[in-house]
């Protein structure tokens, strides 16, 4: 399938590895010119090169802050100044830390709003005058299976995301007769550093191996296993693209049938 991505400019947050890197990947593949940023000025550019080299696309590396508002900002001119008009943009952040109710202050909880709820705000705000201006484009935010069913230690992921979901859908209202498309991916299970963190974390809480944990927890996903981020940088690169034309106000679920609930 043509995704019609071909010198189409997309902007990838957290690219330097795990989902993002592989939806920048996917991007790139499929002839995208492609806009990838994160904190750290040697990863990015690490990422950026191999995603070159493998594919021959355009690609440029940036370094942003998702929780600093000035910094989205300066990505995304720099972004159109470099590139040019902005075709999709993929919303994406790390994660709040783990933790129960009582271990959260205030700050906690306002460091949790500016890196996941507030940097979804900013980055579609950055991208809106340049995708009216050529006609329209897609905006895609990462999430995670927590808005259908809460995970015990990320509260403040549970929260945020879930805020973030009702945003995209808020927009894909408002922003339909502008052309732009506005959806949500829920990663299930997902091979990252941060499903790795989580599982040795839980696996030591329980007292048992993290092999076993693993095992355990895989035995509860219908597919049997972790998904790959690649599989998730896929359906990324489709959303994102024209293939995707008539899919607005969604929440893709790749979870390997994780997710139990009907809607």
Same mark, same amino acid.
């Given at each position: 399938?043509?995704?019609?991505?071909?010198?189409?400019?997309?902007?990838?947050?957290?690219?330097?590895?795990?989902?993002?890197?592989?939806?920048?990947?996917?991007?790139?593949?499929?002839?995208?010119?492609?806009?990838?940023?994160?904190?750290?000025?040697?990863?990015?550019?690490?990422?950026?090169?191999?995603?070159?080299?493998?594919?021959?696309?355009?690609?440029?590396?940036?370094?942003?802050?998702?929780?600093?508002?000035?910094?989205?900002?300066?990505?995304?001119?720099?972004?159109?100044?470099?590139?040019?008009?902005?075709?999709?943009?993929?919303?994406?952040?790390?994660? $709040? $830390?783990?933790?129960?109710?009582?271990?959260?202050?205030?700050?906690?909880?306002?460091?949790?709003?500016?890196?996941?709820?507030?940097?979804?705000?900013?980055?579609?705000?950055?991208?809106?005058?340049?995708?009216?201006?050529?006609?329209?484009?897609?905006?895609?935010?990462?999430?995670?299976?927590?808005?259908?069913?809460?995970?015990?230690?990320?509260?403040?992921?549970?929260?945020?995301?879930?805020?973030?979901?009702?945003?995209?859908?808020?927009?894909?209202?408002?922003?339909?007769?502008?052309?732009?498309?506005?959806?949500?991916?829920? $990663?299930?299970?997902?091979?990252?550093?941060?499903?790795?963190?989580?599982?040795?974390?839980?696996?030591?809480?329980?007292?048992?191996?993290?092999?076993?944990?693993?095992?355990?927890?895989?035995?509860?996903?219908?597919?049997?296993?972790?998904?790959? $981020?690649?599989?998730?940088?896929?359906?990324?690169?489709?959303?994102?693209?024209?293939?995707?034309?008539?899919?607005?106000?969604?929440?893709?679920?790749?979870?390997?049938?994780?997710?139990?609930?009907?809607?």
């Amino acid at each position: 399938m043509d995704l019609k991505l071909k010198d189409q400019v997309v902007m990838v947050a957290a690219a330097s590895k795990g989902m993002g890197y592989s939806t920048a990947l996917a991007c790139a593949r499929e002839g995208a010119i492609v806009s990838m940023a994160s904190r750290n000025r040697e990863a990015i550019e690490a990422a950026a090169e191999k995603i070159r080299n493998e594919t021959g696309a355009t690609v440029k590396a940036y370094v942003f802050d998702a929780a600093d508002g000035a910094s989205i900002k300066r990505w995304a001119e720099d972004t159109l100044n470099d590139l040019g008009p902005v075709k999709g943009l993929l919303v994406n952040a790390g994660g $709040p $830390p783990t933790g129960q109710f009582e271990k959260f202050s205030d700050d906690d909880w306002q460091s949790a709003f500016e890196l996941t709820l507030l940097s979804s705000i900013r980055m579609i705000r950055a991208v809106l005058p340049s995708m009216r201006k050529s006609g329209g484009g897609s905006i895609l935010a990462i999430t995670s299976s927590s808005v259908k069913e809460p995970i015990d230690i990320l509260l403040l992921s549970n929260v945020m995301r879930s805020g973030v979901t009702a945003l995209i859908k808020s927009l894909s209202q408002e922003l339909g007769p502008d052309g732009i498309r506005l959806n949500t991916l829920i $990663p299930g299970k997902i091979d990252t550093d941060r499903l790795r963190g989580t599982n040795s974390m839980q696996a030591q809480k329980r007292g048992v191996s993290l092999e076993e944990h693993n095992a355990q927890m895989q035995a509860g996903i219908p597919a049997q296993r972790f998904g790959d $981020p690649d599989e998730v940088g896929n359906a990324c690169a489709f959303l994102l693209s024209d293939a995707a034309s008539y899919i607005t106000g969604v929440s893709l679920a790749v979870d390997g049938g994780l997710i139990k609930t009907v809607w």
